[in-house]
């Protein structure tokens, strides 16, 4: 049996996620503080007790959900559940960062930097109102995709997540966006709905962000992955360090092709995946792509512990 972890990106952020990791586990607690050193700031104040809203915001979200995730890796590994326990790790848009530390490529003092560089840069493409994003419910990704063409008339309209069969995420200029809304419904989509998310991410729109990503990844080191890492904007595993760095510059404008990246792990022999961190979306995203695999959160204390049996 092969098995993949994978790490969840923007959206399964939750006031309290951690704690009980970090209460449970020392190298938990030690992962947070890391993190905080890095960012000379309490992001783990803000994660537990502070405003969900504040924690919502890109450049909080993205280093908090990558801390969260770490911290749940380490919690394993002191349950001897280690990186070598599987066979490719993958993370979705940010949590690529997270998989990428998971398997020892990044520090994560270094992707907790980058993640705040990443959200602010993300954040400052764009202004604000400019941009948008709509989740469209019920096309597959050739319709989808041909829904954001159509819908551009001269603006950026791209098809920015292709998370699942009947769930891919548009990105561009508003009234692109907004138009993409409206065909798709004329195509026979379940839902389109606009997102609550502050930039149009994943689209061309990004392309300042991902100079500021090219400068700040030229900075770091990224070592030869421990196991291979699923990235985003090819759907295929890597472990050259200098393509990893590439292909996270290419990922701020780039589709992720979660899927696609699924399918691959499946036809690679992956059986069983781990989600490691907050929430449980991934999951559901991988067994509408494939219920043949089965799938295992792991973002509480209970849950590890859970896990760890499990592989006893």
């Avoid at 063409?149 to 692109?176: F, L, M, R, T, Y």
Wanted: charged letters at 20%; hydrophobic letters at 50%.
């Amino acid at each position: 049996m092969s098995r993949a972890f994978v790490f969840p990106g923007q959206g399964a952020q939750t006031k309290g996620m951690g704690k009980s990791l970090a209460e449970a586990y020392p190298a938990a607690k030690a992962v947070f503080d890391e993190v905080d050193d890095a960012l000379g700031e309490k992001l783990s104040a803000l994660i537990w007790e502070g405003a969900q809203d504040e924690l919502t915001l890109t450049q909080n979200a993205q280093p908090a959900l990558m801390a969260t995730s770490l911290a749940a890796m380490k919690a394993l590994e002191a349950e001897s559940v280690t990186i070598e326990n599987t066979s490719f790790v993958a993370g979705h848009s940010l949590g690529e960062y997270s998989a990428l530390a998971a398997a020892g490529a990044l520090s994560i003092s270094d992707a907790a930097r980058l993640l705040r560089k990443r959200g602010e840069a993300m954040q400052d493409a764009v202004p604000v109102g400019q941009g948008a994003m709509a989740a469209l419910l019920g096309l597959n990704f050739e319709t989808a995709r041909g829904v954001a063409n159509e819908a551009a008339q001269g603006e950026i309209c791209q098809a920015a997540n292709d998370n699942d069969p009947g769930q891919v995420v548009v990105s561009g200029h508003k009234g692109a966006v907004e138009r993409a809304v409206e065909l798709a419904k004329e195509k026979g989509a379940k839902r389109a709905i606009l997102l609550p998310v502050s930039a149009p991410f994943h689209c061309a729109l990004m392309k300042p962000a991902a100079e500021e990503m090219a400068v700040a990844l030229n900075h770091v080191d990224i070592n030869r992955p421990a196991v291979p890492v699923i990235a985003n904007v090819v759907a295929e595993a890597i472990s050259d360090p200098a393509t990893l760095r590439s292909l996270l510059v290419d990922q701020v404008t780039g589709s992720v092709r979660w899927r696609e990246s699924v399918l691959w792990m499946a036809s690679n022999g992956v059986t069983e995946v781990w989600e490691i961190g907050a929430g449980k979306a991934l999951s559901g995203m991988i067994r509408r792509i494939d219920r043949s695999i089965a799938c295992k959160a792991v973002g509480t204390a209970d849950d590890v512990k859970a896990a760890a049996e499990s592989l006893s």
